[in-house]
Structures are given as structure tokens and as C-alpha cells.
């Protein structure tokens, strides 16, 4: 799992860096040199720099401000049985599995215990949500460059991505709760008995 963990993150902050220079030099191109397919990608790097650094930005910052500490009991965080059974529509189960984690240790029985687990699944649910709302932002830079269609586009496929993430952890997090409901009454039945 720490693999999956190095392989993921460091990924995920190379190509950020790697875009954002990219980004940077194209636009510094830009200035001396007035050519379209030169402008077009300096806005491409550009926006994908902004999709790559949000995602790595966000999840730190709500990560810092919550530490896995969020309340699982919470309104928000409840599946309901509709989401169930579009979950079950769309086959999350066969799927799920070959979705790359970027902290599988975060989600560990070995390390956590099932409350901090779901503590965790709720706080990726966050993060990942928030990564939606902010994927609509490059939709502003069509104000003045132009072309909205492609920044809507981008946009679009860019929040599904993340939302494959919310899905997963609504999917999972039910069969969470009820194993913390099951070993609670394990628990008390075991300190009646004593």
C-alpha cells in the first residue's frame, strides 16, 4: 500500500509541477512571440496547472483543518436508499476497486479503527466535493480569453472525475457504519456479560 501511496501523491505533484512550468514558459513565449497555437497552449497548461495544484491545495487544506475528524453522523454525510440503488445501477462494486487511492493508509483497519475510518471517508467525501465547485472556476477565464465551450468542457469532465470519488465513499461507507454498529453492540453485550 505505501507503493500505491508514494506512486499516486508523487504523481500527482510531479505532473502539478510539471504543468505549472510548462504553463509558465509558454507564457513568458507568449510575450515575445504573438502566435495562436503558442497561446492555445499556454491556456491549455494553464488550466490544467489550476486542476492539478486546486486538487493538491484542497485536499491539504481541509486536511489540516480536519484531520479526520469529522462527524460522520452528520446530515450530509447520510446515503440514502435512492443513491443505494443508482450505486448499484451503475455498478460501483465492479469498479471501485481499480480506483487509485491517494492515502490508502488513511482507510487501513490495520493502522485505524473503523470510527476513524469512517471519519476519513467522510473528510475524502469533502475534499472531493469541494474539488467539483472549484472545477467550474476556469468557466471565469472564458470572460476574457474566449472560447467558454472548451473551459466548460474541461470543467465538466474534470468534476466527474471527482465525483467517481464522492460515489465511492457513499457506496463504502454504509457497510462502515453498520460494522461500527455491530462491534458497539458487541461491545456492550460483552460488558453486560462480565
Known amino acids: 500500500m505505501n507503493a500505491q501511496v508514494t506512486f499516486v501523491a508523487k504523481t500527482m505533484k510531479m505532473l502539478a509541477l510539471v504543468f505549472v512550468v510548462l504553463t509558465i514558459h509558454l507564457f513568458v513565449l507568449h510575450l515575445y512571440v504573438n502566435n ?16 492539478f495544484v486546486m ?39 465492479k469498479w471501485k476497486g481499480k ?15 473503523w470510527d476513524e475510518i469512517a471519519q476519513a471517508m ?4 469533502l475534499v472531493h466535493e469541494v474539488i467539483i465547485l472549484l472545477s467550474f472556476v476556469p468557466i471565469l477565464a472564458s470572460i476574457p480569453l474566449g472560447e467558454p465551450w472548451v ?5 465538466v469532465l474534470a468534476a466527474c472525475v471527482d465525483a467517481v470519488f464522492v460515489i465511492m465513499q457513499r457506496f463504502n461507507r454504509p457497510r462502515v457504519m453498520r460494522l461500527i454498529t455491530n462491534l458497539k453492540s458487541v461491545e456492550k453485550e460483552c460488558s453486560r456479560s462480565k
Open 36 to 51: 495562436n497555437l503558442i497561446f492555445t497552449l499556454m491556456i491549455t497548461f494553464g488550466t490544467t496547472s489550476y486542476h
Open 55 to 93: 486538487r493538491l491545495l484542497t485536499g491539504f487544506l481541509i486536511n489540516s483543518l480536519l484531520k479526520n475528524r469529522v462527524n460522520y453522523h452528520a446530515r450530509w454525510f447520510q446515503v440514502r436508499p435512492a443513491e443505494q440503488n443508482f450505486y448499484k445501477t451503475i455498478k460501483v462494486k
Open 99 to 113: 480506483v487509485a487511492t491517494y492515502d490508502p493508509k488513511s482507510f487501513d483497519p490495520a493502522i485505524h479503527s
Open 122 to 125: 467522510c473528510q475524502a467525501e
Open 151 to 155: 473551459f466548460t468542457i474541461t470543467s
